[in-house]
């Protein structure tokens, strides 16, 4: 511990002791004892070391007159002290512990009526539990009951936990058996045998004692399960919810001994609960029952018979809902048990057989005594819409179990949920042997609608479907055309279309009348009033380029699909919506339709042309980052195809230079991503080079942009064998005129923090690769002159004039670097630019040249790099600040000429 630390401690516990009134920031003690609890894993004995920490808790435990919050903070810090056995020995022999954490203490003061009090008393007895002491403490002190108790309290917070201590205790303490199978004896009787025996038990420090305490506290948690688990009344729902909580958090980490008690206790009450039929029960109850399935049946020395006795149960529910929602939970957790997942399947697919009559379940279904009681349940609007989602949410899966599970082809399933689509639509004749009853409930639902285009779209990739792609286009389009479509509707078809065309990727299926029907649509709803439609139209033409292509067709995706209605004259015209999300979706749409023409090498068209020109329009103009932001990565995304192009090397130092000076962070550092692409280009193959993603300083950032592409350059078609060094000073100076070196001076001093970290850190990589720190570095000398003789100009006024003070570069003289450049020497020399002057520069001024390497090796860089990866409140991220705000705060609230309900300022963690 810091010595500051060490004075001020003392000082900060008899503030807290002595403190009658809430503190000024409850959230300073919370960090106070994350910093104990760090010192304590740390090692070593802080009671010893700091005994004003045993005068503290002592003082407070025995004082009901303290602030409430800081005799929870007390009871939390005597539990964290009491987890070593040193440390209980020294607060049990001061009567800190049984003070402490006698509830009844704290009743007859009044103080349990306070959340945060059971909170500190239910977290420090979890910290305290890690040893035999502390069980036979906590069992000797009959704290059990209190703790059950506490499992249904009024406060979630503190109930919750309750729970998790309860689970702690029977998890952590739970014996390890040597013999049988997976920890359990061959023979059930085996089990009494080895429980007297301490042999059998492999840890060492759990003794006899430690063993009788455990089993206490067990047949109270078994007991309280059993009779907690059935409510009597609707009232006590909660109780239920709760103790089924529990059980689960048991189920899932407990070892066969315990699981196989807590299983023969709670199996009665269980099926009680499964026959009650309480509709908000069972999910839990599923949850419950998956989980004893789970562990149970992949241990072949227990007996699974309760549990899929249960869990038959459980897909026999005599209410429809409650049946649907636990075949779905049985679906979900993917278990081949080939009867319950023929079952559930059937269970699922029972309400879409009903309503769209598609014969889903064949003739001899072991559903049929439900038939009847989901039908009418199906009549009721609200249940219907709810039961419907939820089959479709599954069908998807449904189709992925064994074929010999399924009882019809997943062809099948995707024609019903085909007329599934036309019925929500009004077009009930396409199906005209489902429940005309049913229909009225689904007709015009949305959610139903969104429900079955998000089925079908994860119905694409189902085996044996690709012959219903006819039939899905007509749908789709259907809903595109119609006018009823709310935006997400449309937005779901579009999802459909492109998923099913990606899968499909023989499109010469699709009829003339289906992409003339497309194409009408694509131009009708590119136009559409809302700007959502607009907005999934342009997104949906960009998707459908990039499917094309990656199905391999010749043509482009718009071109083989929408025939004359070609897609980047609608993306152009939608470059000037009026909403820039619209935008920004056109501009990243065009990068996939124009990246065939890249990829081609094509000539120039005057189509690129004036593309170009409108998107660097929009980023000097547009007011919204979205587009200037899709902007940066449309040219990112040209790059990296490597398209040999002239208008592209024109356009990328307006973009360097526009995107550098936005006022957006994140366009900045999208050009960043497009200034290290260039500096992956140039100085790919020379010695000492690494890319940035391979550099050890591209460090992760909390705020950093993660790219959604992946970009890859081809190899750099110079030769960079042989005399690589001597063409290095050409590189430099072209990445200079390109602007990629004023691009990331100014990201380094730039005020948004990521910048100027992914800045830093391009330069260091450019430094090690250009500026070897010794002559040694590169074989020829007279290269390294010719590459620091390369310069860069600094403006007099804004980012240049930021690096010109970290320089501390004078104003040059113009007439003196003319002199000095003709002398054959740098453009900075140490009397000119180059000078590290005492005096800084003056404020504005005209542009001075500096040398790149001059720069790079004066900036500082890794230093400013440490800074800049450090987190923004590490210099106040501090357990002495914490301290001195502690003590600050105290001396405020005390101090006489303080006015009542003035602030105090805490400038804590």
Known sequence: MDRECVSLLPRVCEVLGNSGRSLPDDTSLEKLLDWFTGLTEAGGSLLKAYPCLLEFMSSVVHKTSSDPAVIS?????SGLMAA????FKMLQECSVLDLAFNHQHWHEAGLWEDPCIRIGWIQGLRSMLQHSKALSFFVQADFIAPLLRLQTDTSLFVASAANQMLAHILLFFQPVLSAGCNGVGKKHGDDEKTQASITDIERSVVTMKTSQDYTAVVVATSKYLKESLVPTENTRLRRSLQTLKLLGLLLTQARPRLRDQLLQTVADPLEELVTAGYSQLTLPLMDIVLAAYSTSSSDECVPDRHVTRLLSSMLAMNKPSDLIQAAAAFLRRGH???VHTARAVRILLLPLDIITGQALLGTNTEVEE?????????????????IICVCLTNTPQITLVPPDLLPCPPAVIVTAVVSLLRICSGDSSSSPAGCPEVFRNVIGSGKVQKSALEALTGLSSSPGVKDKLIEVFTVLIQYLNNPDSDP??????YQALVKWMSVCKDLSSITDELRRELAEVVKKRVCDMRWEVRDSTVEFLGKLAGVVKSAGEVRDGSEALLGACRSAPLLREALQDPESYVRASAISALAQT???SWQQGAALTQEQTDVVSRL???LSQDTEGFARRAVVRYFIAWFSSRSPSSLLMNSVSSV???????LDWEVKVHTLELAELLLDEALSGHRGYRKGSDSQHALPHPYAVVSDQTYTLHSHTGSHTGGVESDLAAVLNNLVEQGVISALLSGLVDCDRPVGLKACQLLITLRETVCPMSLEALDAPAAMVTVARVSCELPGCGWGREIRKILGVKKCDHTKEADIAADGAEAVDSEGCGEMGKDGVREGGDSVCVGVCEVLRSLGLDAQLDILTQSSDHVHNSPLSLLQDILTASAAHTRPDTQPGQEVIVDCY
């Open 656 to 662: 360097l230079s526009l995107g550098s000076a936005d």
């Open 84 to 87: 070593t056995e040193d440390g």
């Open 73 to 77: 903070f007390t009871l939390k810090l």
């Open 370 to 386: 439900h038939q009847f009681s989901v039908v009418e349940q199906l009549k009721s609007k609200t249940p219907c819409i709810s």
């Open 336 to 338: 081949q048990d080939t």
């Open 488 to 493: 997400t509707v449309l937005h779901k078809s």
């Open 616 to 618: 660097l329009e929009i």
């Open 594 to 596: 124009l990246a065939h």
